[in-house]
Every structure is written in structure tokens, then in C-alpha cells.
Nanobody, 124 residues
Framework: QVELVESGGGLAQYGGSLELSCAAS????????MAWFREVPGKGREFVAG????????RFADSVKGRFTISRDNAKVTVFLQMNSLKPEDTAVYYC?????????????????WGKGTQVTVSS
């Protein structure tokens, strides 16, 4: 069993930055592909960024390419999402997920563990 806890959300201004963290407890994240998704009311959970188990492969949604980066620490207990040049349309609840695939699929159903989410609000 892996428990994931997101942190780092909050209020940011247009063009500002935030860094989200996803910390694991219960076991390390070794072997898991990790990803960040986001969700707004009335819409489904949307893939934002993913990172492979090795950390060598990352992928991003077109809407965040060039603005967001994803990383994981060597101890493989924390995954980070650095968000720069934030826009109001980035406002959402952000969730991290762990996939038993060593890759980071963009499909919600590929993830077996989820955190409870952290709210990000970007003002214009």
C-alpha cells in the first residue's frame, strides 16, 4: 500500500510560480511511474505531467509544455511539479498518481494510488 500526500498548492498570480510535492509513505516509489493530473469541477481528471521510474523519461500535456517540469528525488519518496508562468486556466485541484507501470501513462485508469489533491488557484 502506498499513501500519497500532495502539498505546495495555494494562490499565485498570473505569471507566478508554485512547486508541488507528492510524498509517499508506506513504501518508496521505486518501480512506479508517477504523474500529476488536475481536475476542475464538471470536467474529468486531466493528465499534466509524468515521469518514469528511472526519472529518465518525462512527458507533458501540450498545455503546460515549456512551463512545467516534473522530477523525483533519488530516494524515490517524493515527486515534484515545478509550475512556472502560471495562467488562470491552470487553476485546478492537482493530484499525484502512482502507476505500477514503470512508465507514466496519460490515462487515469493506469494509476493505482492517488493522493487527496492540493488546490492551485491562479489569479489574473
Amino acid at each position: 500500500q502506498v499513501e500519497l500526500v500532495e502539498s505546495g498548492g495555494g494562490l499565485a498570480q498570473y505569471g507566478g510560480s508554485l512547486e508541488l510535492s507528492c510524498a509517499a509513505s508506506g513504501r518508496t516509489l521505486a518501480g512506479y511511474g508517477m504523474a500529476w493530473f488536475r481536475e476542475v469541477p464538471g470536467k474529468g481528471r486531466e493528465f499534466v505531467a509524468g515521469i518514469s521510474d528511472s526519472g529518465e523519461t518525462t512527458r507533458f500535456a501540450d498545455s503546460v509544455k515549456g512551463r512545467f517540469t516534473i522530477s523525483r528525488d533519488n530516494a524515490k519518496v517524493t515527486v515534484f511539479l515545478q509550475m512556472n508562468s502560471l495562467k488562470p486556466e491552470d487553476t485546478a485541484v492537482y493530484y499525484c498518481g502512482a502507476s505500477t507501470s514503470g512508465l507514466s501513462p496519460s490515462i487515469v485508469g493506469a494509476y493505482v494510488y492517488w493522493g487527496k489533491g492540493t488546490q492551485v488557484t491562479v489569479s489574473s
